[in-house]
Each structure stands twice: as structure tokens, then as C-alpha cells.
């Protein structure tokens, strides 16, 4: 299959023309790499949905206009979501800021610029490379062992693509230490009328009997393309509950990797995707559960209308040995136009004896007769819709594990519905 | 209050109603009796504006306002109910929402307040205790996982509170154990009033026994064939329907 690939020479230029600093060497180093890989293809099996050619086109365009110092945090910045009392990171075009006086003697957020060693950074395949070899910062969160943080630390990535295109790189690396609490919420957002691709990676570490809270937000602008990145590693007695929400972009890929190899391990995923017009958005999802007993619970959920096409993918890999791993899987579409597409499939793949495992996949439509049933009791068509989506989405919204961030992501949802339902209409 | 003329139906390629007429005045109870496939079913939720049913022929008139150029949430509005013989199960949609929704929509129309949260828990307690129904069905999904009573109940539950000028049960009774067929006949003879009708569509004449119908019309191959008083219900309980295909072949 052919397809576009990043000009090299460009993108060599670009990596050497970064001012030194301490980050020189690791871009270098995945420099090098990436040049050996390029982006991924869908000829490769985990991309065979997603074509990244749009995102190659981008970035070959912004390297060769590079040298022009991007405008960045402009002053329409930090959008309603800061409103949500939490220790904020802001990421604006790549370039981070802390009030970090602000934050508690528990919570430690440190800037790679300033000196955290650049082993902590991964650059193990194709997106990470490209993420690390353009990297300008990266911060690292540390939460202090046996304490529970009071507030959610707040990470708010922002990107404005003024004119002409950009792309950026993100890097967020958190360690949680041993049975420490503390709960997350990640915004994503854009503004800018230029072409924009984001590529964003955040590297967790849970150590033994900590809990995490994660919620995500993506809710950019519809001409946005980003690739998202969380991988976690779960130690012995730790919880993860991630909670992730695609509402906005127009060509969104997110693996979220999952590592389970403490006992008594278990992690969360729960998503919604909500997509309209020509989005599309995939979802990729790992779990290896590495011993036994572990737990994973996943739920996704997505409604697309029009020609929006969408992918779910939810791998768990059952290592030899993890016997008493407890591994459950679901994925439930709403198909609200007969032009929206999804592609859901779930891998198992079992090395061990005594396992519980599940999955499920559902493609449905609105029930008509359910409509009906609420139109005769006096709702509109537009209402009885909404009311029935709405629920239908609530399964995963009630999952959030950040209660800090429910108003937020609820009032984001109900409007993004609203505009998706009124699509309907005009096909 | 409602004026059926000469309806004609059809689904898909198939007519199902053949001429039905119909006349029914503020502060009457009819029932509508007949076999299976005879198109009372049909005719309920041609009425009530199902649109996988094509008016072919014929007029329905509602509070002198034609019927059926109206949206079925139109026809709500207006004061029609319409208790489904099988009421849709909408999982994570509260019952209580959909009640109050409902309600709101009509006051709406009316030029009334909408009603408030308070207000709304007190008169569907009030109504749930007339019709002996557990106070906790306000808090489960609309219909979701309810029994076969349970999910009738909820249909006389929401007609109560949403007092109907009109109210068709279609076989409301069907499937109720005696206390469940009880409750809805309290239901309904607690909506029986001057100003309102109802039309019993039914199999059976058991529920007759508690709801006392003013007329009683036998629907036949998609019409009326016979109409009476409830004594008609009586002989057709004893006779069955054959006599009357007998009686009109000959």
C-alpha cells in the first residue's frame, strides 16, 4: 500500500536545529530511531483501520516551515476547565507551565528542562521516537508515598494552530509511590484555525498498593488530528481507574497500554466516543495480565452519526502463569446513520489455566419503538432522541472516578450530543 | 371528544382497518372486543400516530381538531394516552424523569408552570398509592426488567398522573393476576369524570366486570360489526366470536 512518509531531511534539520539543552540527547537518540521506522502504516496490523497519512502531510508541512517561533499562550488560554480546583499543569504548544509554589509538600512536578534524567523517558516505537526526538519538555509528577493528594492534579494540554499548521509533542510522566492516592484529570483542547496535529505520551507507574483516579477529556476542534499515548504499569496490590472521553478531533487515535504484573493488580478502562461529521476516532486498548490473581474491567462505549467512522480494539493477553486473572471486556455502539462505520474487535489471547474471561460487542441502532413510546407520552423526536442517548452514554459517564470533574465532562457531553442529534437532521 | 369516520389503515401491503367509525363523548367508557388480527391493536396506534401505519382512507377527529395531521407527541399534548399493550423497556432512563418530562410537556402546551420537583414527588406518590404500586418504581429504568404486571401498572401509573382528556388502554388487562387487574381498574374508574373518555380494548370481558363500559363494540376484519351495551361483552364471553362471523355470512 502507499502512503505518505516524513521527509527526512526536514525532520533531521528540525531535530538538530532545537536549541541545545538537556533534552539534545535523547532526541538524538530517538531521532535515530524513528528514521529506521517512519510512521506507522495501515499495513501494520494495529493501524489496519487508521491512516496517518493526514498526520504525515502535517508535519512534512509544518518542518518545512520550521524556524518560525510558534505563537504560543495566547491570552484566550486556559479554558473553563481550569475552573475545576485542581494542581494545574498546563501544556500550551508544547511548552509547560506549573504553579507548582501552589502545590503540596505530597506532590512533586518537575521539569526535564530543568533536570529529571531523560531515562525516565520511553521512545519504544514509532510514536513515542517521534514524540521524543521533538520533545521541547516534559515534566514528571511525583505523588509521595502513603498520602492521599486533596485535589486532582490537573494536566491541560492546549494547542493553537494560528495560520499555518504545527504540531506538537507532549510528555507527561507520573509516578505514583507506594500506597499513595491521587486522582487525574487530563483536557484536551484547541484553538486556531491553522492545521494542527498533536501527538501526546504519558508514561505511569503505580507502585504497590497505590490507587489512581484518571479521567480524560478530549474535546478539540473538529479539524484536530492527535495521537494519545498512556502506557501504566500496576504493581502488587494497585488500582488503576481510567476514564477516558473522545468528543472532539477529527482524526483521533488513542492506545491506552496497560501492564498488570503485581498480584492483586487491576485496572479500569472505561470510554465514550461521540462522533460526528467525518470523525474518526479508535481506540486502542491493552492489558497483560503478567500474574495472577489480576483484574481488568473494560467498558466502552460509542455513538457516531454520519460518515464518522470509528475503531475499537481491546487486547488482553493472559501471560503463562497469570492463573486467577479475572479479565472483562465490553464495547457498545450506537449507530444513529446509516454512513457511520465502526470496527470493534476484541483479542484474547490465553497462556494460562485458571482464567475468567469475557468480552462482548454490540452494533445497534436506536430503538424505534422506544421513540415512539416517548413521543407518545409527549416528548419531541429531538428530545426523545437525546433522552435515549444520553442514557445510553451514561453507563460510562457514571464511571468517571474523578467526581471533581463529573460537571465538567457532563455539561461537555450533553452539548456535544445536542449538536450530534441535530446533525441527524440534515442527512 | 372523538370522532372516528370511515378509517382505513394498512401496514406494509396489507390493509388491516376497513371502514372503522366510531363516536365517543366526553364521560364515557367504551370497550372494543373482538379476536386476534381483528385490528384493535391497530387501530390504537393509528390513533395514537405510529407511523408504520398508513392512513389510506377516512377522518379522525380529536376535541374537533383533526387527529392526524397531528405528530404523536402533538396528539399527547392535547390530552390523548395511549397505554401500550407492550410498553417499550428504556434502560437507564428514569421512570420518574420520563413521568415528570411527560407531565411538563403537556403543562407546556397548557400555558402552565412547569412543575416542580416537590410538587411532582408528591402527586405521583399519591397516585402510586391508589394504584398500590411500591414508591421504589419511580427510581428504576422506564419499564426495564418490570414483569408483565409490573409494566401495565406503570401505564395506568403514568395515565393517572398525566390525566388524559382520552385514554386508550390497548389490552391492558392481558396477563394481570386479580389484585394487578384491580389496581388498573382502579386506575381507571379514577379517571372516569365528565370531561373524559376511555376506550378499553380488550379480549377478555374480566376487566368489564370492574371498569363498567358504557358501549360495547365488536371489531371485526378491520370494522365494527356489532355495537351494544355491556351485556354484548357477556354474550360474547359465553358464545365466543364465531357466532358473529356466523351471524354476518348469513
Avoid at chain 1, 528514521?35 to 518545512?64: H, Q
Avoid at chain 2, 371502514?19 to 367508557?29: H, M, P, T
Avoid at chain 2, 358504557?214 to 360489526?225: C, P, Q
Amino acid at each position: 500500500m502507499k502512503h505518505a512518509v516524513i521527509d527526512q531531511a526536514l525532520f533531521d534539520r528540525t531535530v538538530n536545529a532545537i536549541p541545545e539543552d538537556a533534552l539534545t540527547g535523547l532526541r538524538s537518540r530517538a531521532a535515530s530511531g524513528f528514521a529506521k521506522s517512519g510512521f506507522p502504516t495501515p499495513g501494520d496490523e494495529d493501524w489496519k483501520y487508521t491512516n496517518l497519512t493526514p498526520a504525515v502531510s502535517l508535519s512534512n508541512d509544518w518542518l518545512s516551515s520550521v524556524g518560525e517561533s510558534p505563537d504560543f499562550r495566547s491570552a484566550a488560554g486556559l479554558d473553563a476547565v481550569k475552573k475545576i480546583d485542581a494542581y494545574w499543569v498546563v501544556i500550551e504548544n508544547g511548552q509547560i507551565t506549573l504553579d507548582s509554589q501552589m502545590f503540596p509538600d505530597n506532590l512533586s512536578a518537575t521539569l526535564m528542562s530543568e533536570g529529571f534524567s531523560d531515562g525516565d523517558i520511553a521512545a519504544d516505537d514509532a510514536m513515542t521516537r517521534f514524540n521524543a526526538a521533538l520533545l521541547r519538555d516534559a515534566v514528571k509528577i511525583t505523588v509521595a508515598a502513603n498520602t492521599t493528594l486533596d485535589r486532582p492534579i490537573g494536566i491541560l494540554i492546549r494547542d493553537e494552530a494560528a495560520k499555518k499548521s504545527l504540531v506538537t509533542q507532549s510528555r507527561v510522566v507520573i509516578n505514583i509511590q507506594e500506597n499513595a492516592n491521587a486522582k487525574f484529570i487530563e483536557a484536551h483542547v484547541s484553538a486556531g484555525a491553522g492545521e494542527h496535529f498533536a501527538n501526546n505520551v504519558v508514561q505511569m507507574n503505580i507502585e504497590a498498593g497505590a490507587n489512581a483516579s484518571y479521567v480524560r477529556l478530549q474535546n478539540r476542534a473538529r479539524h484536530h488530528i492527535q495521537t494519545n499515548k498512556l502506557s501504566a504499569s500496576i504493581a502488587e496490590g494497585a488500582v488503576l481507574n481510567h476514564c477516558a472521553f473522545d468528543i472532539g478531533g477529527l482524526l483521533v487515535r488513542n492506545d491506552l497500554i496497560i501492564d498488570l504484573h503485581g498480584k492483586a493488580s487491576a485496572v479500569t478502562m472505561s470510554g465514550l466516543y461521540l462522533a460526528g461529521d467525518e470523525q474518526h476516532i479508535d481506540n486502542h486498548t491493552r492489558v497483560d495480565h503478567q500474574v495472577g490473581p489480576s483484574t481488568s474491567r473494560e467498558e466502552y462505549r460509542g455513538i457516531l452519526n454520519r460518515k464518522s467512522r470509528c475503531v475499537f480494539n481491546g487486547k488482553a493477553i493472559v501471560h503463562k502463569g497469570a492463573d486467577g486473572t479475572d479479565a472483562q471486556q465490553s464495547n457498545h455502539n450506537l449507530l444513529l446513520s446509516g454512513d457511520a462505520e465502526i470496527d470493534t474487535k476484541p483479542e484474547l489471547e490465553i497462556y494460562a489455566d485458571d482464567v475468567k474471561c469475557s468480552h462482548g460487542a454490540t452494533v445497534g441502532q436506536l430503538d424505534e419503538s422506544a421513540i415512539f413510546y416517548l413521543r407518545s407520552r409527549g416528548l419531541t423526536k429531538d428530545a426523545a432522541t437525546q433522552l435515549m442517548t444520553r442514557a445510553f452514554a451514561q453507563a460510562v459517564i457514571g464511571m468517571n472516578p474523578v467526581a471533581e470533574a463529573q460537571d465538567f465532562v457532563s455539561a461537555a457531553i450533553d452539548a456535544r450530543l445536542d449538536s450530534l442529534i441535530s446533525d441527524a437532521h440534515h442527512e | 371528544m372523538l370522532e372516528i369516520k370511515d378509517l382505513n389503515a394498512t401496514i406494509g401491503e396489507t390493509q388491516i382497518l376497513n371502514g372503522v367509525s366510531l363516536s365517543v363523548r366526553a364521560g364515557e367508557v367504551h370497550a372494543i372486543m373482538g379476536p386476534n388480527g381483528s385490528g384493535k391493536s391497530t387501530l390504537a396506534q393509528v390513533i395514537a400516530g405510529h407511523d408504520d401505519y398508513k392512513v389510506t382512507g377516512g377522518t379522525v377527529r380529536f376535541m374537533d381538531e383533526d387527529m392526524l395531521d397531528l405528530e404523536p407527541e402533538e396528539r399527547a399534548r392535547r390530552g390523548f394516552f395511549l397505554g401500550f399493550q407492550y410498553p417499550a423497556e428504556i434502560p437507564g432512563v428514569n421512570n420518574a424523569y420520563l413521568l415528570k418530562a411527560a407531565l411538563n410537556a403537556k403543562r407546556t402546551y397548557n400555558g402552565e408552570p412547569e412543575i416542580d420537583a416537590f410538587e411532582f414527588l408528591k402527586l405521583a406518590r399519591e397516585k402510586m398509592k391508589l394504584l398500590d404500586m411500591d414508591p421504589s418504581f419511580l427510581n428504576r429504568g422506564v419499564n426495564e426488567g418490570f414483569s408483565g404486571g409490573e409494566k401495565k401498572r406503570n401505564e395506568i401509573l403514568q395515565m393517572a398522573v398525566l390525566e388524559p382528556r382520552l385514554a386508550i388502554l390497548d389490552e391492558t388487562d392481558s396477563g394481570l393476576d386479580i389484585d394487578a387487574l384491580k389496581s388498573v381498574a382502579n386506575g381507571v374508574n379514577a379517571l372516569r369524570a365528565a370531561d373524559r373518555a376511555v376506550i378499553l380494548v380488550t379480549h377478555y370481558q374480566r376487566l368489564l366486570d370492574y371498569v363498567e363500559p358504557d358501549f360495547v363494540h365488536v371489531l371485526s376484519n378491520g370494522r365494527i360489526v356489532r355495537s351494544g351495551d355491556k351485556s354484548l361483552a357477556l354474550e360474547l364471553e359465553e358464545k365466543g366470536y364465531d357466532w358473529l362471523r356466523e351471524a354476518k355470512s348469513a
